[in-house]
Every structure is written in structure tokens, then in C-alpha cells.
């Protein structure tokens, strides 16, 4: 557990869905973002954007923009057809900027239509240089392919209405049985800040959650 809580600190939420992290604690680091979102200044620190589908809240060209840098390669699923973007399907493996990732079809179980199957929308699962394997499933509900996801480390939408409600996610993440979970897309948008809890209090014991999303309440 001590090189997944290491890997934990280096992931970081900014706000619904926006994750940061990077790959190693060495200099060889890179920084991987998966949909930039109301990021604070302009750090123009990304080495890999990763941008699981079209909807506002997940791709951001404005927050893009804030964290590109000469050399960034930009990710998005091939139906979002963005020019000088790396396209990218459901169930593949790829690497790209010194970074080894996979895709996972992110969609809604009928009959929610938020995330159509049809789109081949996707969730990643990123590779650190410890070997741990970091999932963020993007706009997902409990399917079968999120299901049969392997990693160490899950990052699951939890708010409800366009995703899984925090029950639900609990219910995954223990069918996945990752060693650590970390709650997202809640609070703002769409669910209450209390989602994490509820999240966290399904989760079987064993398993770490994380909550890095913080308001003002807390």
C-alpha cells in the first residue's frame, strides 16, 4: 500500500472531473491531465491531455489552452474529430508522450441517455512509473466494461443523475476491488458535497478511499 498512497498524492482533483497527475516522483515525471477543468492560473505544464468526451464540463479548450505546452499531445475520443488531437476508440492501448495508457467505453445503462453507448466515449486507465495503474472512468454508469476494469487506483463519478449515484459507484468500485478509490463529479454540477461520504461508507474496508474534491463547507 505505501507506493499507492504515494501515487495518491500525486493525484489531484480541481473541480468536477478535472485530474491532474504525475506518472513518478523522479525527474522524469510527466504530468497527465484527464479533463481540464477551471484551472487556476496558467501552469502550461501538461505533457498529455486526456479528454474523455465532448460535454462541457469535461473539455475545456479555455483550460486547455491554460496547461499546453510546446510538445503537449492532446487525447480525445475519435467522435469528437479534433484536429491535431491523438483520436482514440473504446478497449484499445496506446502510448503517447512518454505515457502508457488504455481506454475504456464510458456510457449510461439505459434508459439515461446522457452518454450513449453509440459514442464510444471513454475512461482511461493511466500508467505510473511504480507500475500502479490509475483509472478514471470519465461519464460512466456501473457497466459491464467499467466493471471488468484491473487498477489500483479508481476515480469514479459518484454525483448521480448523469452518472452512477454514490451507491452505485461504491457498488462498482467493490466489484472492481482497486486499492484505492477517489470520488469524483459531485458537489458542483450535479450531487451534494455529502456524496463523497456515502460514497466512502459503501466502499468495502480494504480499500482507501480519497476525497479530494473540498467546499467551502468542509
Known amino acids: ?13 480541481n473541480t468536477q472531473s478535472s485530474v491532474r497527475l504525475t506518472t513518478s516522483a523522479g525527474s522524469g515525471a510527466k504530468t497527465v491531465y484527464v479533463d481540464p477543468l477551471g484551472i487556476p492560473g496558467e501552469p502550461h505544464d501538461a505533457d498529455l491531455i486526456l479528454v ?4 462541457g464540463d469535461h473539455f475545456s479548450p479555455a483550460d486547455i489552452e491554460k496547461i499546453q505546452k510546446p510538445g503537449t ?3 480525445c475520443p475519435e467522435q469528437m474529430k479534433q484536429a491535431g488531437a491523438l483520436s482514440v476508440v473504446p478497449g484499445k492501448d496506446y502510448e503517447a508522450a512518454g505515457v502508457r495508457f488504455a481506454t475504456v467505453r464510458a456510457y449510461n445503462n439505459l434508459p439515461k441517455i446522457f452518454h450513449p453507448k453509440k459514442n464510444d466515449w471513454v475512461g482511461y486507465v493511466v500508467g505510473t512509473e511504480e507500475g500502479a495503474l490509475v483509472y478514471v472512468a470519465g461519464d460512466t ?10 487498477c489500483d487506483i479508481a476515480v469514479i463519478p459518484v454525483g448521480g443523475k448523469y452518472t452512477m449515484t ?3 459507484a461504491a457498488e462498482l468500485v467493490n466489484k472492481i476491488a482497486p486499492k484505492a478509490a477517489i470520488p469524483t ?3 458542483t454540477i450535479v450531487g451534494r458535497p455529502s456524496d463523497g461520504d456515502l460514497f466512502a461508507a459503501g466502499v468495502k474496508d480494504g480499500i482507501l478511499v480519497e476525497k479530494k474534491l473540498v467546499f467551502p463547507a468542509e
Open 166 to 168: 454514490a451507491e452505485e
Open 52 to 55: 474523455t468526451h465532448s460535454h
Open 141 to 150: 454508469d456501473a457497466t459491464k466494461d467499467a466493471a471488468a476494469v484491473n
Open 185 to 187: 463529479h459531485y458537489g
Open 73 to 75: 499531445v492532446l487525447v
Open 1 to 13: 500500500m505505501e507506493n499507492i498512497r504515494e501515487v495518491l498524492e500525486r493525484i489531484t482533483v
